[in-house]
């Protein structure tokens, strides 16, 4: 992703999936099977979400908002 690029779906998925934080710490000790039945169910549950250029839009800032937020898709 570059810095004028939202991000998609699966840009949302990578922290996760790559061990970044308390969630991906807790989805590195699953096994594989379980991982991919939460990647399913994150892509199902998010795809509501997903403007018609794939990328998932963040909600409206309560503050300022994030570079990557500050414009809609």
Do not use: F, H, V
């Amino acid at each position: 992703m570059d810095g004028g690029e939202l991000p998609k779906l699966n840009d949302w998925w990578t922290g996760p999936a790559s061990g970044l934080g308390i969630p991906g710490l807790l989805l590195e000790r699953q096994p594989p099977a379980t991982r991919e039945a939460l990647r399913r169910r994150y892509l199902q549950l998010s795809g509501r979400y997903r403007a018609p250029t794939g990328c998932l839009p963040c909600p409206p800032p309560r503050c300022s908002p994030a570079p990557w937020c500050a414009d809609p898709c």
